[in-house]
Nanobody
Framework: VQLVESGGGLVQSGGSLRLSCAAS????????MRWHRQAPGKERELVAR????????YYVDSVKGRFAISRDNSKNTVYLQMNSLQPEDTAVYYC?????????WGQGTQVTVSP
């Protein structure tokens, strides 16, 4: 099983990034997909989620209207489009796949937003 994130980097405040997470080794279209983040000295938090059953979306309040999660089951990939980035969005972003008790994580990708 692998989840490989990409697309992180350094961006100025107000800029945009698109994170990708390529999945392999499991049946991607059975799994709910999530993006979490962890900032230095803070607990990991759920940022966005997209379900399999009905495509229901969830966003933490702090990113609503700025971030968008999507998935392409034909490519086994989940995306996180991040717009209007702010310094408080600086964190390591992790891709997460869940199906009942099966719970897989990527290695994370750093996003740094400069003032």
């Amino acid at each position: 099983v692998q989840l490989v994130e990409s697309g992180g980097g350094l961006v100025q405040s107000g800029g945009s990034l698109r994170l990708s997470c390529a999945a392999s080794g499991f049946t991607f279209n059975r799994f709910d997909m999530r993006w979490h983040r962890q900032a230095p000295g803070k607990e990991r938090e759920l940022v966005a989620r997209i379900t399999v059953a009905d495509g229901t979306l969830y966003y933490v309040d702090s990113v609503k209207g700025r971030f968008a999660i999507s998935r392409d089951n034909s490519k086994n990939t989940v995306y996180l489009q991040m717009n209007s980035l702010q310094p408080e969005d600086t964190a390591v972003y992790y891709c997460n796949a869940r199906f009942y008790t099966q719970d897989y994580w990527g290695q994370g990708t750093q996003v740094t937003v400069s003032p």
